[in-house]
């Protein structure tokens, strides 16, 4: 017996060896895996810059998304900003000769792809050449595809051209079903985001603000797709509205695409325009591979920096979204730095936190009294998104940008009914008239919902003064363009809710302009991109890797919807500054 437990203990620590053996291993491997795709990269001659499904384009480095198997630079991130500059590089770098679009798929958000094309379009006052391939395109792939000088489409593929169209999921039904109470508090009778708890349809004002929106995205982008392709506005609303993308031979008649060829026969083409040789190598080299060739440049000397807030408005001091502890942090550093000179604050999001969006707007007024502040606008600024520009100098817009959405809520849920029919029930027993003015089992009482509703117009009141102070209006002139409503950034400029419409880059250029820069200075990013050694561990937490995993089982979108139900629209009953759905071309 004596020596059966001495051979299952030497096999246990055996076992332990060896695991920990390999998972230092396991650690090595990819550290040189990461440093390995950290080289140098050398630009050759005859060189075409290729857009294509390895290069997620992001707003902010906290929405970098890697797993542990993902270190290597085969689906790289690249910001937009740094996405610009690259294509602005390209243009007068004599090793680049054109631009490829090879994506069937982009991960990019609507003005991000606005800002891509706009660079592009410029790239080709150059005189060099902008080819597009694609085989099942989706919509926004194709929106930035058609800014090419030729459109190529495989014989047996699809342009997904449709335009644009929302659901709005409704859950009030569910909660009487099974019995959840919910309290809801707003101010805004556009505020849609509790909508879906307290209604079975959508209201007139939703709809009124969605159309308007959808209405004013679709116009932008689709006149600028059927410019490009040179197709009558009135054809190509028929060409949309038929469906005509999804059939090749229809693609090629109504001028949606070129030619249809294989992707062999594309490189071939573009080897012919290069003048290459059969045996020839065609060199193409990925937007995160360009920018690796250069990105080792001296970053000393005056700077602007641009400081990135993208996600989820909350408290807390994590990396990821916007939490009011880490921002804080950034804030200061920014304002102690001597070397920067401006700050451009670059705003992704649909709001979130009142309490974390407050205290980030304050900390942003301190900066201001330091040094420049110049704001610029990603896809979404609603919200508490919208509520911590209010310190800027000035405010950019893209003319897609999700922007406004003046109104405050609060959701409360309690399970009394549920409780109730499974035979549960509570008694209170309390030292004062209000220690118990909410219980998930008994709801809130009527004292709670009335100190509740103080609160919520108390915030937007408070909301509403930080905007008429920013963009010089009357209370009345915000309130009437308030209420919750979210405007496009075409629509917000000409309200007076924005100062410009512009992208990252004129926001820079500005902020360098008002801090007294000439073409002497530097654009640092902040917060740093994690090394791909805190990547590793960061991705070790338990909660992501199942959220990645059920993520590649069910698909992003499916994911986002998901999300949207059980974490992104979850009850809580802190007040809120939040918009309740994005706005994609899919």
Do not use: C
């Not at 508090?185 to 959808?214: C, M, Y």
């Not at 209405?215 to 190509?236: C, E």
């Not at 080299?285 to 000397?301: A, E, H, N, P, R």
């Not at 998104?385 to 409360?412: C, H, Q, R």
């Amino acid at each position: 017996m004596k020596s059966f437990f001495k051979n299952v203990l030497a096999n246990i620590v055996a076992i332990v060896i060896l695991g920990v053996v390999f998972f230092f291993f396991f650690i090595m491997m990819l550290v040189f895996s990461a440093m390995g795709s950290e080289k140098s990269v050398a630009v050759k001659k005859n060189s075409v810059l290729t857009i294509n499904l390895k290069t997620n384009i992001i707003d902010s480095p906290t929405e970098e998304q890697k797993g542990l198997f993902d270190i290597s630079d085969q689906n790289k991130s690249v910001l937009i900003f740094d996405a610009i500059e690259a294509i602005n590089k390209a243009k007068t770098d004599d090793n680049i000769k054109g631009i490829s679009i090879e994506a069937d798929y982009l991960n990019a958000g609507i003005t991000q792809i606005d800002d891509l094309r706009n660079a592009i379009e410029d790239f080709k006052k150059s005189g060099k050449f902008v080819y597009a391939y694609g085989n099942s395109v989706s919509q926004a792939s194709y929106y930035l595809g058609s800014v090419a000088d030729q459109y190529y489409l495989n014989p047996s593929g699809m342009i997904e051209l449709k335009g644009l169209a929302t659901e709005v999921a409704f859950y009030k039904d569910f909660a009487d079903k099974y019995g959840i109470g919910i309290e809801v508090i707003r101010h805004g009778k556009f505020k849609s985001a509790v909508e879906p708890f307290l209604r079975n349809d959508i209201s007139p004002e939703n709809k009124e603000q969605l159309s308007t929106l959808l209405n004013d995205i679709w116009k932008n982008t689709s006149s600028r797709m059927a410019v490009s392709r040179k197709i009558d506005t009135a054809q190509f609303r028929t060409v949309v509205d038929s469906l005509y993308g999804m059939i090749p031979d229809l693609s090629l008649k109504y001028k949606l695409a070129d030619k249809l060829i294989q992707k062999t026969e594309y490189d071939q083409l573009i080897k012919s325009k290069l003048n290459l040789k059969e045996k020839d190598k065609l060199n193409k080299i990925s937007l995160g591979k360009y920018i690796d060739s250069y990105s080792d440049d001296d970053k000393s000397g005056d700077k602007v920096a641009v400081l990135y807030a993208s996600g989820s408005i909350n408290g807390g001091d994590d990396y990821n979204d916007i939490h009011s502890e880490k921002y804080i942090k950034y804030i200061k550093e920014l304002q102690n730095d001597e070397k920067v000179k401006a700050v451009v604050f670059r705003i992704n999001s649909p709001g979130g936190s009142a309490n974390a969006s407050d205290e980030i707007l304050f900390e942003l007024q301190q900066l201001k009294k330091k040094k420049p502040l110049v704001v610029s606008f990603g896809d979404y600024a609603a919200s508490g998104g919208y509520y911590i520009a209010m310190a800027a100098d000035k405010i950019y817009s893209e003319p897609n940008t999700l922007t406004g959405s003046i109104g405050v809520f609060g959701v409360i849920p309690y399970f009394k009914d549920i409780a109730n029919k499974n035979g549960i029930r509570s008694d209170i027993v309390a030292t004062n008239a209000n220690s118990q003015y909410y219980s998930s089992l008994n709801g809130v009482t009527p004292y709670g919902v009335s100190l509740i509703t103080k609160s919520v117009e108390g915030t937007y009141k408070r909301f509403v003064h930080f905007v008429t102070q920013n963009r010089k209006q009357t209370f009345e002139q915000i309130d009437s363009v308030g209420g919750g409503r979210v405007w496009s950034g075409t629509r917000a400029k000409q309200i007076g809710l924005v100062d410009e419409l512009g992208t990252l880059n004129d926001a820079v250029k500005f902020a360098a302009q008002k801090a007294g820069l000439k073409s002497s200075y530097n654009v640092v990013s902040y917060p740093k991109r994690m090394t791909p050694f805190e990547q590793i561990f960061k991705d070790l937490n338990e909660d992501d890797i199942s959220a990645r995993v059920v993520k590649s089982k069910i698909g992003k979108a499916n994911y986002e919807l998901l999300q949207q139900i059980v974490e992104e629209r979850k009850l809580q009953s802190e007040v809120k500054m939040e918009m309740p759905y994005q706005i994609k071309i899919n």
